[in-house]
């Protein structure tokens, strides 16, 4: 890693009668330049601006459209026009005849001298002709590189998550991935991903967990299937909950001895240990993602590589004979993109989605749900209640109902079994304010007496009957983090420490039992500049219901087949 002194700066000073050497115009373009680039690499970041779509042309050639990006030194990389590549003759690609594989297509800052001129200065010294080039030609460079980078190349997916290659072998790349940050006592996932070169057979990983300071949720044990031959990359999940000491650190460990790849009837041990530690934080993740970020120093934030460049696709390539094709492109693997803030925020999109490739990236929150029912005495009214714990993204369900008396018999008492739980179910959604969906126009802010709908949500319980329960959340839209919930009316707590900065809302659940979704309607009274308002659900269902509920509509579908 090199680190880019950009600073301190020092600018020509001009006075009357100084003498101006190339020293003082070098100065002055260095000045400019090297300031520029100092704030194109702290507040924009590095990545594809607009274009540089790399886009399939036939079996061997691709085509670099025109488009703007900055790399890691805050440098412009500029393509005017787009231009159309051979792959097998581009910088960097091996021609060693094993074509089932991936390669990716690199971009780096190029400049050339142009304009070549006779400079009288340098005859003094030679005697021969001297040349100096009369212009600097600010260009790029397009190459191909066999390997995935490294992944402290990426300093904002660092920043948020460890991921570490468990195994690489025959075109198959594994990598195990892990928060930086937990909230201590919180839920969080863990992932497995696995990148494949096309035509792979089938895959079966299994690995041995070894865990300190946190818990998996089902056990030390785990097995993934990777199934089709067109699939090159795949992502699994599984969740782990973390010890409540913060303070501390967790660890999650990848054991040889129980770990292996299975390509298709090849076993592929895994060779080496790999432990990744995680620090069980007091605040929530994403303060403490923040606290390390604006703690950092000004040399680490200016670190580079020592050849900076850009991942613009990755080319999966088949071979055919003895020649190569290329399958299938993919832009940016690893999600090199700079977001215009504005636009994100006023398109309500103002939390930077995930790329595919980003291994990292933010993503929607886990809930942990807990229910549990309890006996009522029989003169008493049947209670729900709910609470959110929103620094462990945790739901605890009560269920109160009374009991039956004695030779009660109907009435629309309901006795639950011990033992007998409602299944449940919980997320979110993100409403957005300034489509106005009754004429069709864009409106710039949310206004009073306007309704709005989300997409149809499936709730995950199955068909049948369920009751759900919807919530407006305080969320400060920068760190989407949820401060509060309010449930029912809002009013109640108007005048108090505890009133909404949220505009006056009603929130309407439509079920729709056959299909096992429901929709959330939300109608503002009053007028807002928000461009969306986030909603927490959960949804709640009798076990005995979704089997009466499949029996029922078997039943209707069959009748309706037999008068059809």
Do not use: W
């Given at each position: 890693m090199q680190k880019s002194r950009f600073y301190p700066f020092e600018r020509n000073r001009y006075f009357y009668g100084k003498l101006l050497t190339v020293r003082d115009f070098e100065s002055e373009q260095t000045y400019f330049n090297d300031k520029r680039r100092l704030l194109n690499r702290l507040l924009y970041g590095t990545g594809v601006i607009a274009g540089m779509q790399v886009v399939k042309v036939d079996e061997r050639s691709f085509s670099l459209q025109a488009g703007v990006a900055l790399d890691h030194l805050g440098r412009e990389i500029v393509v005017p026009e787009p231009q159309t590549y051979n792959l097998s003759v581009v910088p960097g690609f091996v021609n060693n005849g094993e074509y089932s594989k991936y390669v990716y297509?690199?971009?780096?800052?190029?400049?050339?001298?142009?304009?070549?001129?006779?400079?009288?200065?340098?005859?003094?010294?030679?005697?021969?002709?001297?040349?100096?080039?009369?212009?600097?030609?600010?260009?790029?460079?397009?190459?191909?590189?066999?390997?995935?980078?490294?992944?402290s190349a990426f300093e904002h997916h660092n920043l948020a998550h460890t991921t570490k290659e468990v195994l690489a072998a025959g075109g198959i790349r594994i990598l195990h991935q892990v928060p930086r940050y937990v909230q201590a006592g919180s839920v969080f996932e863990a992932k497995v991903i696995v990148e494949k070169a096309l035509q792979t057979s089938e895959l079966q990983l299994e690995f041995e967990l070894m865990t300190k300071g946190c818990d998996a949720q089902n056990g030390n044990k785990l097995a993934f299937k990777v199934q089709g031959k067109s699939e090159t990359r795949s992502e699994f999940t599984y969740q782990l909950r973390a010890?409540?000491?913060?303070?501390?650190?967790?660890?999650?460990?990848?054991?040889?001895?129980?770990?292996?790849?299975?390509?298709?009837?090849?076993?592929?041990?895994?060779?080496?240990?790999?432990?990744?530690?995680?620090?069980l934080a007091a605040t929530p993740a994403r303060e403490r993602i923040l606290d390390e970020y604006f703690a950092r120093s000004l040399d680490k934030a200016l670190e580079s590589d020592s050849d900076p460049c850009l991942y613009l696709a990755k080319i999966h390539l088949q071979q055919v004979g003895a020649v190569f094709m290329i399958d299938r492109i993919e832009t940016v693997p690893f999600g090199d993109h700079i977001y215009n803030h504005s636009l994100l925020t006023n398109l309500g999109l103002d939390k930077q989605p995930a790329s595919p490739g980003a291994i990292g990236g933010a993503a929607a929150p886990n809930f942990s749900v807990n229910s549990v029912a309890e006996r009522l005495p029989s003169d008493a009214d049947p209670k729900l209640d709910v609470a959110y714990d929103p620094s462990k993204q945790e739901f605890t369900f009560t269920l109160g109902v009374p009991e039956g008396k004695p030779g009660q018999g109907g009435g629309?008492?309901?006795?639950?079994?011990?033992?007998?739980?409602?299944?449940?179910?919980?997320?979110?959604t993100d409403i957005l304010l300034f489509p106005n969906q009754r004429s069709g126009k864009i409106n710039p802010f949310g206004k009073a007496e306007r309704t709005y709908y989300s997409d149809e949500i499936e709730h995950g319980l199955g068909v049948g009957n369920v009751f759900v329960q919807a919530g407006i959340e305080e969320c400060d839209s920068l760190l989407n983090q949820g401060d509060a919930v309010y449930y029912g009316d809002q009013d109640v707590f108007t005048g108090s420490d505890h009133e909404s900065f949220l505009p006056k809302t009603s929130l309407g659940v439509l079920v729709y039992p056959k299909k096992?979704?429901?929709?959330?309607?939300?109608?503002?009274?009053?007028?807002?500049?928000?461009?969306?308002?986030?909603v927490r659900w959960w949804a709640m269902q009798d076990p005995d219901e979704q089997a009466v509920a499949r029996g029922r509509y078997q039943s209707e579908a069959a009748s309706a087949d037999d008068e059809f």
């Open positions: 297509l690199c971009i780096a800052y190029d400049e050339k001298g142009k304009e070549p001129v006779f400079s009288i200065a340098n005859t003094t010294v030679r005697k021969d002709e001297v040349n100096e080039y009369n212009r600097m030609f600010e260009g790029y460079k397009v190459f191909v590189r066999e390997q995935a980078p490294e992944l010890h409540d000491t913060p303070g501390h650190d967790a660890t999650v460990a990848i054991l040889p001895e129980g770990s292996m790849l299975m390509v298709g009837n090849e076993v592929v041990k895994v060779s080496s240990v790999s432990i990744q530690n995680i620090e629309g008492t309901t006795v639950i079994n011990k033992g007998h739980t409602p299944k449940t179910a919980a997320g979110m096992g979704t429901f929709r959330i309607g939300l109608k503002l009274h009053g007028s807002t500049e928000m461009s969306k308002l986030r």
